[in-house]
């Protein structure tokens, strides 16, 4: 029997095997195609705001709803898959920097450290595998609307023991993500995804500027999710549990609506140009 040593060592190398793949230059450009699309996304979201917040209603103005405008236009379906495997390709990429921090797993005094970096990894990785999931299942005919399939879902698990726990932990997982956008907007710490040593001098402000505003502007929202998700588990009134088309809807119905929705379009419009620059100069590894 091989001894732990020998074991360790074995899975060192296939390891560093692995990461070696990882960081082909076809994974690096497929993934640059998947933040492209990733972009390309969030100003079709911008552009459905801007349409809500003129009182002019057609697609969701959310993910799917983007993909709604994408698959309905010239060379849709083709653009889907393209869609769908750059991100999924991105996913891929971004998680896979999990192999270079999982031997601090293993180190006491980096074990902390190397967790929260994994975590963070592994959930951007799986964020960006399931939109491109998405966008193949749109490829394929497969087409849902996300604000209807959300208060279904959520009676469906306040029906079962324990479910009005789970939707509210759920409910606080989403405005906690939400504040984390929101403190990345205020402190600038997306930039630790852009390869800054790559990109010109003169770009680094003009990026971290409309960086910050869509960072704020996501945060904002996807906090909103999750406040109506909260109040679906406390009145369970399924209703309440919406996603992005939900919010900005709900955002709609107060006084300043239409001035809010044009403020979150903006803001999703500067993220989208965010994750363009960010295409062009992509830095996976945000504690490196």
Do not use: N
């Not at 192999?99 to 006491?108: E, H, Q, T």
């Not at 902390?112 to 964020?127: M, S």
């Not at 929202?221 to 009134?237: E, I, K, Q």
């Amino acid at each position: 029997m091989p001894s732990a040593r020998v074991l360790l060592d074995r899975v060192h190398a296939a390891v560093e095997q692995a990461r070696e793949v990882t960081d082909h230059p076809v994974l690096r450009h497929l993934a640059r195609v998947g933040l492209i699309a990733y972009g390309a996304m969030h100003l079709l979201i911008a552009v459905l705001a801007a349409r809500m917040a003129l009182g002019l209603r057609g697609a969701d103005a959310d993910q799917t709803g983007a993909l709604q405008l994408v698959g309905s236009g010239p060379g849709g379906r083709a653009l889907l898959w393209l869609i769908g495997l750059g991100l999924l390709c991105l996913g891929l990429w971004q998680a896979a920097e999990v192999l270079l921090w999982w031997r601090g797993l293993l180190d006491p005094a980096r074990r902390r450290r190397a967790a929260v970096v994994c975590v963070k990894c592994l959930a951007k990785g799986g964020v960006y595998a399931f939109f491109g999931v998405t966008a193949l299942l749109f490829a394929l005919g497969l087409e849902y609307e996300a604000d209807e399939r959300l208060p279904e879902l959520t009676d469906e698990v306040l029906e079962i023991p324990g479910g009005e726990a789970a939707v509210y932990l759920v409910a606080a997982g989403v405005v906690a993500v939400g504040l984390y956008t929101l403190a990345r907007g205020f402190t600038g710490g997306f930039m630790k995804d852009v390869d800054l040593p790559a990109a010109p001098d003169r770009w680094e402000p003009v990026i971290e500027g409309i960086g910050r505003v869509g960072y704020v502007a996501k945060g904002i929202a996807f906090g909103l999710v999750g406040v109506l998700l909260w109040r679906a588990a406390s009145s369970a009134d399924v209703t309440d549990a919406t996603g992005l088309d939900g919010a900005m809807t709900a955002i709609a119905g107060v006084d300043a609506g239409p001035w809010l929705l044009a403020g979150i379009a903006v803001g999703f419009a500067a993220f989208g140009v965010y994750a363009l620059a960010r295409a062009r100069y992509p830095d996976r590894d945000p504690s490196e």
